[in-house]
């Protein structure tokens, strides 16, 4: 495989990270970077390229398992197996987010893609339906923080977060399975619209991310393993280290600014995104 070649995975990857966790749809920014420059479909194909997409998607994912490492050992109680020890701070799951309301904010969304996986594949993932999904998104967003300015109650930290917030979140997720709306736009703009702030809403994004973006990434690498070609594996590396090592930085990042900017310039983003894609791929 040539340089240039490694060069368009590492770019992949880059805006795979960039964007994969930050509410601006890495789906409609893989349009304008792959599908307009980089075409990576004419030299892997189609299917190799997809393939690609969810190998750098667990770069990502494995990025959100490094920020939030002791979170998941507390929720999974293991704590003990590496070191924390018992009666510590991060051992106490009293007043802390628990296993179950992560569980309740995963099922709406997880249901409803395992039942219309196929339809979603099939019909929806174009570019007019990506344009849709990223206007209404920002419509949502920016409803989302004037509800929050009207909110004198709000929970600080994901740790004072309810099972009927979860609920709540976990059924506006539904909306990302709309290519464009953006996972983490329509569940941080849930959130806020429930009663967190902008960092707990984000932090409980983030935490409820890695085993949906896992679970639909390894039944999709499993069913185009096919695809995962020996030939095409330094190409996979490239894309894969560059996805987490961007995403590492983006959601460190984002999490120290979401509170002082809150959602609206993200909405303008996308707005002007969406443009973009619209004169170049449609005008």
Known sequence: MEFWEILKAIILGLVEGLTEFAPVSSTGHMIIVDDMWLKSEEFLGKYTANTFKVVIQLGSILAVLVVFRQRFIDLLGLNRVFGTGKGSAAASNKGRLKLMQVIVGLLPAGVLGVLFEDYIDEYLFSTETVLIGLVVGAILMIVADYVYKRKTVRAETVDQITYKQALGIGLIQCLSLWPGFSRSGS?????????????????????????????????????????????????????????????????????????????????????????????????
Do not use: C, W
């Open 187 to 283: 569940t941080i703009s849930g959130g806020v619209m429930f009663g967190l702030s902008h960092r707990a809403a984000s932090d409980f994004t983030f935490i409820m991310a890695v085993p949906i973006m896992f679970g639909a990434s390894f039944l999709s690498l499993i069913k185009n393993l096919e695809y995962f070609t020996m030939d095409a594996l330094p190409f996979f590396i490239a894309g894969f280290v560059a996805a987490f090592v961007f995403a590492l930085i983006s959601i460190r990042f984002f999490l120290k600014l979401i509170d002082r900017i809150k959602l609206v310039p993200f909405a303008i983003y996308r707005i002007v995104l969406a443009a973009i894609i619209y004169f170049v791929f449609i005008l």
